[in-house]
């Protein structure tokens, strides 16, 4: 297994959010663009990006969603993420034991990782239309000192 861009690395990046966010939860396509802003945070004029900025990278986003499902499952069949229905859809939110799991992990790129999130659910995310920030990162159009108003839609 190839751990770059796997279900269970996905589903650590994906564990970090849910738990930035805990109690709240966030949804398939909130989680896949915030994901995104995470990985490429200094193309959003926020930190230094944790990987670099290639040419093509809003590409992702096509396959994200699918490996981000499977990534989610894996946090839901370990405990440390659960899935609900809310009037808007399906979502998903971190368990108690989700935060507690991130908080022992030392690594130095899930530090970076942490200040990220962090970043991307307080700093930028908050009011983003996921729906109209997906389009802009396929046309390259995304910038964070433009936050799109809205929810989940």
Not at 17 to 46: R, W
Not at 50 to 55: A, D, G, N, Q, W
Not at 83 to 97: C, F, I, P, S
Request: aromatic fraction near 4%; charged fraction near 25%; avoid cysteine.
């Amino acid at each position: 297994m190839n751990p770059l861009n796997s279900p269970l690395e996905i589903g650590v990046r994906a564990l970090v959010l849910l738990a930035e966010n805990h109690p709240k939860p966030l949804d398939l396509a909130q989680l896949a663009v915030l994901d995104h802003a995470v990985l490429h945070s200094g193309d959003l004029d926020g930190p230094p990006s944790l990987h670099p900025s290639l040419p093509g990278h809003s590409g992702e986003l096509g396959m994200k969603r699918t490996v981000l499902e499977q990534g989610l499952l894996v946090l839901i069949r370990a405990g440390l993420a659960g899935v609900e229905a809310d009037e808007t859809g399906m979502v998903y939110r971190a368990t108690d034991r989700g935060p507690a799991f991130v908080d022992i992990l030392e690594a130095p790129y899930v530090e970076r990782l942490r200040e990220r999130a962090e970043w991307a659910v307080r700093h930028w995310a908050p009011g983003i239309d996921v729906r109209e920030a997906t389009a802009d990162l396929v046309n390259g159009t995304l910038f964070a000192s433009t936050p799109r108003e809205g929810h989940r839609e």
